[in-house]
């Protein structure tokens, strides 16, 4: 599947599979040893011995309490108890239970009507800018919102998370999740439908990539499908390792892309920086000091080194780089934050002075 978090719910029901089936095997060869148990005195403790190991089956299964709470967590350990203490017919029990459900039920009633109402009209595909940062803070500002879900208008609370949903930056997340634990009962679900709903349209965006790097495999499908895994990644919805496994993505796509327009600099510069963000200092340093020598990318590569040594902790490193920079005459950028950033390495005394 193209999406992560589809990989571990799969994973997890095949495991949950796995149990069963290893349960289903213990559970008829302890009925197996009780209907002989006349050959042997010792086959009614087979039998037993049989039947708990078909309990235990469902603890082959990899915990996710937090994760997968259902089917990674609860619903084997309810199989487990329903197999030790119900010998026979309780593992055909939760098993018909289990796979009725997943036929026949569906969301209806009080939870549908409040996901629609809450969410009326609001079919948006996921917003990706450049700067989601410069949005939140200069356009809406998030001190208001705040402010607003700690506050008791429900009607404004419930406004409060559709606009957080529809932003979908790290911050937003951040609210949402904290609304998970609001008093209100009401809040509580328009902040989980909120979350279910924005992972919804990451999902969404990315198999949609997906689809377009295998349908064209262009450079620039490539760049989009890495642009998706690392905004994922930096949206706050993943967990670390799904996070981590994201930009893992972000950078090889990005890799394949830049390598199949060499002469992009753009794609170049832009995996160097997701590198950095991924934590992969040497490589970044790498295409920095492969581009600092073109007139047009000095000042990108230079700042860009810095910022790579500064946060690899590697300050010998910065210190040389920096004054090497100082060394050099006034660099000018376009760029107004490159220029800012330009001159906080430039402000101060050189070490040499």
């Not at 095997?25 to 078909?54: D, P």
């Not at 259902?70 to 026979?88: C, D, E, K, S």
């Not at 989601?132 to 609370?157: C, T």
């Not at 609304?179 to 999902?203: G, I, K, W």
């Amino acid at each position: 599947m193209f999406y992560s978090r589809s990989k571990i719910i799969l994973s997890a029901r095949l495991w949950f599979a796995a149990a069963f089936l290893f349960a289903y095997l213990f559970e008829i060869g302890a009925f197996w040893f009780y209907v002989n148990r006349s050959e042997s005195s010792y086959f009614v403790y087979a039998a037993v011995l049989a039947h708990i190991f078909a309990a235990l089956s469902f603890f082959i299964t990899r915990p996710k309490p937090r994760a997968l709470p259902g089917v990674g967590y609860y619903y084997p350990r309810l199989a487990a108890l329903f197999t030790f203490f119900m010998p026979g017919i309780g593992l055909l029990g939760i098993s018909m239970t289990l796979f009725m459900s997943r036929i026949f039920m569906t969301s209806h009633g009080l939870a549908e009507e409040y996901k629609e109402k809450a969410f009326e009209g609001s079919g948006i595909d996921v917003d990706l800018p450049e700067d989601i940062n410069v949005f939140l803070y200069e356009e809406l500002d998030i001190h208001p919102i705040a402010d607003i879900l700690a506050g008791d208008d429900i009607q404004m609370k419930r406004g409060a998370v559709n606009l957080l949903r529809r932003i979908g930056s790290s911050e937003a997340v951040s609210l949402l999740r904290k609304s998970l634990s609001d008093e209100n009962a009401e809040v509580r679900f328009y902040a989980h439908t909120a979350l279910a709903r924005l992972e919804e349209d990451y999902a969404q965006s990315l198999d949609k990539a997906e689809i377009r790097t295998k349908k064209y495999g262009s450079a620039q499908s490539y760049a989009e499908l890495g642009s998706v895994y690392r905004n994922y990644a930096q949206s706050g919805l993943p967990e670390i390792n799904i996070q981590e496994q994201s930009m893992k993505f972000s950078c090889d796509h990005w890799k394949v892309a830049s390598e199949m327009v060499p002469e992009n600099t753009d794609y170049l510069m832009r995996l160097a920086e997701i590198y950095i963000e991924s934590r992969r200092f040497s490589e970044a340093v790498e295409i920095y000091k492969g581009t600092r020598n073109n007139p047009t990318l000095e000042l990108e590569s230079r700042l860009g080194m810095c910022r790579a040594y500064f946060e690899m902790g590697n300050f010998i490193a910065l210190f040389h780089e920096v004054e090497n920079l100082r060394a050099k005459p006034v660099l000018e950028s376009a760029d107004p934050f490159k220029k800012v950033v330009y001159d906080f390495w430039m402000d101060g005394e050189s070490a040499y002075e």
